[in-house]
């Protein structure tokens, strides 16, 4: 095979919990600060009205607000303008049809849905709104992009649950190196802290009875549900540096498989997802010796995160112990859709502050799971091998899907 | 309803107009829907706005035509009296 396209970060952001903005990510949960409260990472700060005009808020779920919000922040930091409907289009590097868009989220825009039936019992099948249906498409937040900034060419959402933001990384990444983009704007968003949502995740038994998120530690019952979004703006190398972009880093590899086990349950002995952890290390010329840091899935069930850690295991050999691992859900819970895009932002941040953030809340370890999940406080993180340093991002998910991303952080 | 008048009907559209988002200084008799940037769905909503205030029902073919703001006040009106 031919040498494959490389692919550059040169923008992220993020609506999290934590903050409006990719830095609060990394600086509040770098601190040990965690953004749940009352058992759910809300967005408490995220107010529409500072970002949108009263028709685009509107006309767009929360889910397609906090997409929208997150890529205007990618896009400035890539250095594009803003808005097409701003006049930003002229600053567009790259010919608008070289430009794809694809944005994940889980659920899509379940609180229109449930307005609208809420309408439709009360006063009829009639007064249903118009802005139903284009509000709670799955495909709602990428066409919200892609609207605003004039991206026109492939442009869709992506449906793998927990995945999902991960997927359409991943996605972007093969449609640049096939050649049919120079650039791509990639994520994932979800807005699920609904009655309806927690209702049904509670039906699972998925959700933490205590309300906390403390993945890997032997007292964890449970993730918690949270919100938010996380953008990336994907360069084709060449392309970028032409331009003379900022390149912030690099999603290396790529690797994603499939359990066909359970419908919620993952695969316990983590062969599967340790083939797609395998798989984007070839992908990316890499080996375990060459990992820095492993940002997990970890979402604090039992299941996964044992799991996660045989999937490690299998994957990493010998060096497993000796890589720090640690979980962004641990700050922020579990934001389903949009958890493998705002995962991938967090890791290239560790990656490129050196530093990276602990598992809050592991205090009492299971015997069961023994690689070293970063308890207590952030660490400096330590290249190895010389070179940028390099992190595996996993993400899983119900319906067994299994995703990992490598990404390198800068020189 | 018999007693609906043209005023009336004006100040509710216009109050429907701007909760789609146009500045309600902007939205004058005479200023047409596209330069309100009121499209094909907002004009949906407010057929189901006048419906439950006036019982007029309003299809998508009587819609089409309407070009300005006036022309919708006037079509409910004369449906309402």
New interface residues.
Partial sequence: MPDKRRIVITGIGAVTPLGVGARPLHEEWAAGVCGIEDGAGRCSAFDPSEFL????A??LDRVSQFAVVAADEALAQAGWGGPATNGGAAERPYDPFRVGCVIATGIGGIATVEANHDLMREKGA??V???GV?MYMPNAPAAAVSMRHGLQGQMYGVVSACSGGAHAIGSAVRMIQYGDADAVVAGGAEATLTEFGFACFNALQALSPTGSSRPFDLRRDGFVMGEGAGVLVLEEAEAARARGATILGEVAGYGSTSDAHHLTAPEPTGRPASRAIGMALADAGVSAADLAYVNAHGTSTQLNDAAETAALKLALGERAGDIPVSSTKSAIGHLLGAAGAVEAVATLQALNERLIPPTLGYEVPDPELDLDYVPGQARPLQPVNGGPPVAVSNSFAFGGHNVALVIRGAG | MATVTREQVQERVIEALASFGPEISSITPEATFEQLDIDSLDLVELAQIVEDEYGVVLKGEDMKELKTVDDAVELIASRAA
Avoid: F, G, N
């Fill in positions: 005009s009263v028709k685009e509107r006309r009639a007064r709104s118009p802005l284009p």
